[in-house]
């Protein structure tokens, strides 16, 4: 998976030379499927991968034992923060106090440290104490052999939901389907449709200054940065989507968005953490979609497989498994 080294090695670009070094002797597996990086200060270098935290020596062997693993000082974490915001933290401040920043490749790291209040809000972060490094693998044609399940004999879209664990690769799988349904196919006779993401946390676009890390196909509009229920908005006034994507929906205010959209016959697809439809049916903002049984598609997804395990895909009329696949 050539891919999959690509993206670690971009990664490791940002950090110095001390932690760079063993990382980069890791073995081929563990470069090919990392999904996060670690760093704490005082604690030891932390890997993510297959659903296990390892720890990296400084020799850059792995080990599940965290007295094996590089210590972190302060200092590499301070130095590899400034290497991370090419050394303009001022220019990236938006992001920053919202917890994260988005680096080329659409690659995000995660902040941690102390939260600097202003009057109303969230002003920054100061005193870095974590940083959590989130590889983001773009997987092209996971999707291909369930979009039929998802658009009916006329060629509409359902309205889709996929519901997940954490780490069990929602994201991913939702991209994938933007990236289908935007490209469209016409050996499978369904057309592309204008799809307008909003992209809250920068996870599914990717966007590094201006331009998607990743491909979200050819009829796809990115609000990148923007709140889920102010960026729904913004697509219905501006954009004339067909359809509409969000990641991790769930609060009030989304749900009076979605309800929005709903009513100006846009179609969605959606994604919420939860195990599967009993988890989540009866959550507010949720279950006002099930009572009018505005999803006619849910994906549910686990780990069982690996990541990315499709377990059943559910007719929203019937509740009938739709899914036969491994």
């Given at each position: 998976m050539k891919d999959g080294i690509d993206a670690f090695n971009l990664v490791l670009s940002n950090f110095i030379p001390e932690i760079r070094l063993p990382l980069s002797k890791i073995p081929k597996d563990y470069k090919e499927g990392v999904e996060e990086i670690r760093l704490r200060v005082n604690s030891p270098l932390n890997i993510y991968y297959s659903g296990k935290d390892y720890f990296v020596s400084g020799k850059g062997e792995v080990s599940l034992n965290p007295k094996e693993g590089l210590q972190i000082s302060l200092n590499a974490i301070e130095k590899i923060f400034q290497l991370t915001t090419n050394y303009s933290i001022y220019a990236l401040s938006e992001e920053i106090k919202y917890g994260f920043i988005t680096i080329r490749g659409g690659h995000r790291v995660g902040i941690g440290g102390k939260i600097i209040y202003g009057s109303s809000d969230i002003e920054g972060i100061k005193d870095i104490s974590s940083l959590n490094f989130r590889i983001a693998r773009q997987k092209i044609g996971i999707s291909n052999h369930i979009i039929p399940k998802l658009i009916d004999k006329d060629g509409n879209f359902y309205n889709t939901l996929i519901i997940s664990p954490p780490q069990c690769g929602k994201t991913t799988l939702l991209r994938d389907i933007v990236r289908n349904l935007s490209n469209g196919d016409f050996e499978n006779k369904y057309r592309g449709f204008k799809i307008g993401v909003v992209d809250e946390r920068s996870e599914i676009a990717g966007i590094?200054?201006?331009?998607?890390?990743?491909?979200?196909?050819?009829?796809?509009?990115?609000?990148?940065?923007?709140?889920?229920?102010?960026?729904?908005?913004?697509?219905?006034?501006?954009?004339?989507?067909?359809?509409?994507?969000?990641?991790?929906?769930?609060?009030?205010?989304?749900?009076?968005?979605?309800?929005?959209?709903?009513?100006?016959?846009?179609?969605?697809?959606?994604?919420?953490?939860?195990?599967?439809?009993?988890?989540?049916?009866?959550?507010?903002?949720?279950?006002?979609?099930?009572?009018?049984?505005?999803?006619?598609?849910?994906?549910?997804?686990?780990?069982?497989?690996?990541?990315?395990?499709?377990?059943?895909?559910?007719?929203?009329?019937?509740?009938?498994?739709?899914?036969?696949?491994?």
């Open positions: 590094y200054n201006g331009i998607p890390q990743k491909d979200v196909g050819i009829r796809t509009d990115i609000l990148d940065g923007c709140l889920k229920s102010h960026g729904i908005m913004m697509l219905i006034r501006a954009m004339s989507p067909e359809i509409i994507a969000v990641d991790e929906i769930g609060s009030a205010q989304d749900a009076k968005a979605i309800d929005e959209a709903l009513r100006a016959g846009i179609k969605l697809i959606a994604t919420v953490h939860g195990r599967n439809i009993a988890d989540i049916r009866m959550r507010n903002g949720l279950k006002n979609f099930f009572q009018e049984k505005i999803f006619k598609r849910y994906i549910v997804l686990d780990n069982s497989l690996g990541v990315g395990t499709i377990r059943a895909i559910i007719d929203g009329e019937t509740y009938q498994n739709l899914w036969r696949g491994k």
